[in-house]
């Protein structure tokens, strides 16, 4: 029964929009690309460091600096991929042409 379970709730969760997002420490030399189907959860558990042995917990990447809607969880998941295939600068430029300053976007988003 549990893997028919898996599988409903993986149907259940598709059919909702996502976001992609980028995450930074406090002086932006670390870049962390990740997907989700709520940011304001999400941006809250890097910034809480509550996966203690993640990768944005060991860097300190807590600061969010640049995100993208999708209607589709699939149209997140694909943008993430094409994402993490890019080398820095195209992530510096997307994180520049939305956030110039790279400030910390969390309160924009927290109370979605």
């Excluded at 969760?13 to 996502?18: K, N, P």
């Excluded at 962390?32 to 304001?40: D, Q």
């Excluded at 890019?86 to 309160?107: F, G, Q, S």
């Amino acid at each position: 029964m549990t893997g028919c379970f898996n599988i409903v709730t993986n149907i259940i969760i598709m059919e909702y929009g996502g976001c992609v997002y980028i995450m930074t420490n406090f002086h932006n030399t670390v870049l962390y690309t990740g997907v989700t189907s709520n940011l304001p959860q999400r941006v809250f558990q890097h910034k809480t460091k509550e996966f203690k042995t993640s990768f944005t917990a060991r860097y300190n990447c807590d600061k969010l600096v640049w995100f993208e809607n999708f209607s589709r969880i699939e149209d997140a998941i694909a943008r993430e991929k094409q994402l993490k295939a890019v080398n820095r600068k195209r992530k510096e430029d997307l994180i520049h042409a939305m956030n110039p300053h790279w400030n910390d976007l969390w309160e924009e988003v927290k109370n979605w």
